[in-house]
């Protein structure tokens, strides 16, 4: 019976002009042209949107979250990387 | 070596929960939170579902075509609601055709509430202003449940949510100012679904099997008593203003608690409904089943269609 569940689908949308797209759910659809029409009717009833993708979740491949304390640890040890790092004399007020 | 693991594993699931950090699809979880939100955030799906039922019952007599574009509008979001709930449910790991199966067999209940039909178009007004204004008190809390893709889900609900209880106010407050006929309509309406509004936050918490691990997971933040006395005192002097009368003969201004009292609630009833024992319990059901039949063709053509046209 299952393996005639539609497949699952990620929603992203770009609320507006100059910004990202963002991860908002998903939906299940047959194909990719269905799962546009009904992200439109799911996630943007009221002006959420102006432009959509939808993605495959099976293609989607995501880092393992209980490796994500070893996999983020490099970055969190150089703090060289921030600005706040680094000592300026008295008198350089904005930098 | 395999029990210490789980408990350490625990230990810092629970230490999450109270530093409320949420908890994601893929993160560790104890069985039984899993299995506790697979049966309540189903449970949710089932009821915006079946819940547009006794509405949709009324689109097509709607009084003029404001109300009837209103009440699309808003049958058509609780279609969308079931729909993040559903997602919400898949991302704990059961198929969504399951999930649905375990309504369709009575497993897995829905909100008792849309077993009462929908008699007189005053009804439309009551549904949007108690029951809608019901489940946002619960939805509310329930924004800030620990299971994140359930917490989100009812970010977005909740926004929705607030024009539908204006819409059956005011419905209620057209009728109340209309001729004596429609405003025993309306009272007649508030007489049907002031009881079972109550009932729509479950069992007294001293009955309440689930609220104590519900609260210490904080995938409920308020118990059922504290949200049904929140509804009670936004509702009385909603209803007082537009001249209905809360058929509860016990209902009284506790100066002393600053809540309003309110006279015993009829669980027998609550248990029989929820037993499938209410008035439209069976219909419901036959209507889910039958839209499930009659569609399958359907999902298979398009899924034919999308293998077809895939390559
Ligand atoms: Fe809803
Ligand atoms: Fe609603």
Redesign the interface.
């Known amino acids: ?2 393996t ?3 497949p ?1 689908w990620e929603v992203f949308i770009r609320s507006k002009q100059g910004l990202n797209h963002k991860h908002v ?4 659809a ?2 990719a042209e ?1 799962a546009l029409q009904n992200a439109r ?2 996630y943007t ?2 002006s959420e949107g102006i432009s959509i993708w939808v993605v495959q979740s099976a293609l989607i491949t ?1 880092s ?3 490796d994500s304390e070893a996999y983020f640890e490099p970055s969190d040890s150089k703090v060289y990387r921030h600005p706040t790092f680094y000592d300026l004399p008295d008198g350089i007020e904005h930098m | 070596m395999e029990t210490l693991t789980q408990e350490k594993l625990a230990e810092k699931f629970q230490a999450k929960i109270d530093a409320d950090i949420k908890i994601e699809p893929n993160d560790w979880m104890p069985d039984t939170y899993r299995k506790t939100l697979i049966r309540q955030i189903s449970q949710h799906a089932h009821s915006e579902i079946v819940g547009m039922l006794p509405e949709g019952n009324w689109i097509t007599r709607a009084p003029s075509l404001r109300r009837k574009a209103v009440l699309l509008a808003k049958v058509q979001d609780e279609a969308g609601h079931g729909l993040y709930l559903y997602s919400a449910t898949e991302t704990l790991g059961v198929s969504r055709e399951d999930t649905i199966d375990d309504l369709h067999s009575g497993k897995v209940k829905y909100s008792s509430i849309f077993n009462y039909p929908t008699l007189t178009w005053a009804d439309i007004g009551a549904i949007g202003w108690l029951v809608d204004g019901a489940a946002i008190m619960n939805q509310v809390a329930l924004c800030r449940t620990s299971y994140g893709p359930y917490a989100r889900a009812m970010v977005k609900i909740c926004k929705e949510e607030s024009f539908h209880q204006r819409q059956g106010y005011e419905i209620m407050t057209t009728l109340m100012n209309g001729t004596e006929a429609q405003r025993e309509m309306a009272q007649d309406a508030m007489n049907r679904f002031w009881w079972p509004s109550l009932m729509m936050f479950g069992p007294s918490d001293a009955e309440s099997k689930h609220t104590e691990q519900s609260m210490r997971w904080r995938i409920k933040r308020h118990t059922n008593d504290e949200l049904r006395q929140s509804f009670v005192d936004a509702s009385v002097p909603q209803a007082e203003l537009i001249g209905l009368k809360i058929p509860d003969p016990n209902l009284k201004w506790n100066e002393a608690r600053g809540h309003y009292d309110f006279g015993a609630i009829d669980w027998e009833e609550f248990w029989q409904v929820v037993g499938g024992n209410g008035p439209c319990n069976k219909e419901r059901i036959e209507a889910r089943v039958k839209a499930k039949e009659e569609g399958e063709w359907v999902r298979e053509a398009a899924m034919a269609y999308a293998k077809k046209h895939k390559s």
């Not at chain 1, 759910?25 to 299940?28: A, I, K, N, V």
């Open positions: 019976m299952s005639n569940e539609w699952l759910g998903s939906l299940r047959a194909d269905m009717d799911v009833r009221r995501a393992d979250p209980a």
